[in-house]
């Protein structure tokens, strides 16, 4: 490990100009890449104490040995140049996209004599125009299938159409009428030329022009009788039509867009781009990657932008980028894309309106994709094995851990303080053995306190089953976990069978409260660590020091997963109590008062607040009212405090509660 100040510059050496930088470790290697407005201030800020830095940062300043810069002219050529590096060193410390495949894209050859239409992969030809991506290969076949009733251009390889020029006889495709044959001389380069420059119009969003025209031919052809014409022409405006809702219009007709959406968390961010031309989806594809260097949502904005558009130019850049943050040299950014394409681009983050809406689209694809990537994992039995392994390897147990049992803490202001338990069995989830709690032993915000109240109530349960006969028996639970006993088969649920691992949301201070809860209750037999969001460390009691296991390590993924799925289910436990509390009313504590009775009561009344101020008789009034139960509403809104008056916010009046008042 070096120290930054062996290397570190001295004062003035570095230029206060705009720039790019270079950080190589001992044996020369680039490790990371990066660019700045100011080299001075940008480089001075690798040079804190680590203590300061960003984890990452610090990581990589310590791999490091030295640092070199370039000056350059503008921000625009450090982009470029940033750019060019990153692709040429491949740093290990830069964040870099990777597609998961290679994506189909419908070409159409203008550059050949006779163009042809197919499907291409890899690196863009000059000459040709794309469509796409696509993806899947067989989505492209479909749309050229339909298309080539009206544009019957090429789809031929070289081979086959040379031996069917010199055979004087034309392929299958030929005489069914989805190839104008050119190979025959049926049509001349000129005219092929056209249909495929026709078809380019078509794919490019400009569709009016030809149905509109067809549509003309075949009203013409049936006022002249030509009524095979016609048909011929109707079932030609059926295959376009049917090529059209293939990609749904989404935006305006003459919308040339792409949209960027990010999903993130800690470790890694899932990027998901939709291509947008002539107002409909025409293209879709996604990138997962590792952050291995400390970067926010503008940075991987950034850096998606670079790998998208750093090999393309002319149209392969929109008119419109939409993401979801702007980069912090969004003007550089938009003029390195002007300059691509060879005209403006516009960058921005749509605020309202159809754009947004499509945005909120990608952003849910991109989180189905960070999802998915985390989780596909789990479905394979060698690789849940290895992750159970790999576990009982870092946190030193005597076997795997094939009972997981993961706690977290919810609340809302310190308010409605809950509590969740997941349970997953041989590294998958047992839905039906999850467990949420109320915290009661204490009021307001305490997450340390809360874990041990959790842990305690639940290994409780767990010796109270085994004390009793010494096997697993029946018995009872408090009200707000429900009873317990057997299922239908004999087995033991609920709190019966105990975790060989105990995992807590949370760093050293809840695993304390953890390993403090199953000391106090004589547990010895049970691991206890806890996984901390910030950097994914694994934490384990009476450590100073974390246990940091391999960002590709399946273990680490299913701890995160355990992790991520507790969490969110004890926040949607909290916001189902808040929701119930913020409904709630004070004829909910009436006994044998159903909702029947309530709302006839604030029907009559008008709202709670008069309902309050009536008499004993007057509530008797109401149609099924006896005295009892009247003397207890009267009695149950006597103890409840008042709602807070209501005040106009423009006028500062308060308003009087004449309205009425949901119960």
Sequence with gaps: MADPSSYRPKPGQIPDSPGVYKFRDEHRRVIYVGKAKSLRQRLANYFQPLASLHPRTATMVTTAASVEWTVVSTEVEALQLEYTWIKEFD???????????????????????YPRVQVMRGHKKKGVRYFGPYGHAWAIRETVDLMLRVFPVRTCSAGVFRNAASAGRPCLLGYIGKCSAPCVGRVTPEEHRELAEDFCDFMTGRTGTYLRRLEKEMTLAAEDMEYERAARLRDDIGALRKAMEKSAVVLADATDADLIALAEDELEAAVQIFH???????????????????????????????????????????KEVLVPALPEDAEAVSAWLAGRRGSNVSLRVPQRGDKKDLMETVARNAQQALVLHKTKRASDLTTRSRALEEIADA?????APLRIECFDISHLQGEDVVASMVVFEDGLPRKGE????????????????SMHEVISRRFKRYLAEKEKTGEWVDGEVPADEGPEGREDDGRPKRFAYPPQLVVVDGGQPQVAAARRALDELGIDDIAVCGL??????????????????????????????VRDTAHDFA??????????????SPLDAVPGLGE???????????????????????????????RKT??????????????????????????????????
Aim: hydrophobic fraction near 35%; include cysteine; proline fraction near 5%.
């Design 532 to 561: 901390a969001k910030r950097l994914e460390e694994v934490w384990l009691p009476g450590d100073d020091d974390p246990v940091v296991l391999p960002r590709s390590s399946e273990g680490l993924y299913l701890l995160q997963r």
């Design 91 to 113: 740093p290990r410390f830069n964040v870099k996209y990777r597609d998961d495949k290679s994506y189909p894209y419908l070409a159409v050859t203008l550059d050949e004599e």
């Design 630 to 663: 009247a003397e207890a509403v009267a009695v149950a809104l006597a103890q409840a405090a008042p709602a807070a008056p209501a005040v106009n916010t423009a006028t500062g009046e308060i308003m009087e509660d004449d309205g009425g008042t949901t119960a």
């Design 434 to 449: 999850y467990r949420r709690f109320q915290i009661k032993g204490f009021e307001g915000q305490d997450d340390v306190r």
């Design 596 to 626: 029947t009775r309530k709302q006839a009561l604030i029907k009559h009344f008008g709202s709670v607040k008069r309902l309050r101020q009536a008499t004993i008789e007057q509530i008797c009034e109401v149609p099924g009212m006896g």
């Design 571 to 584: 926040i949607r436990y909290q916001r189902s109590k808040r929701n119930k509390r913020i409904r709630s």
């Design 276 to 318: 947008v031309r002539g107002g409909r989806v025409r293209g879709q594809r996604g990138w997962v990657t590792d952050k291995v260097e400390a970067v926010d949502t503008a940075g991987l904005v950034e850096h998606a932008l670079q790998q998208l558009y750093g090999e393309e130019s002319g149209e392969g850049v929109p």
């Design 395 to 399: 946190l030193d147990l005597d076997s």
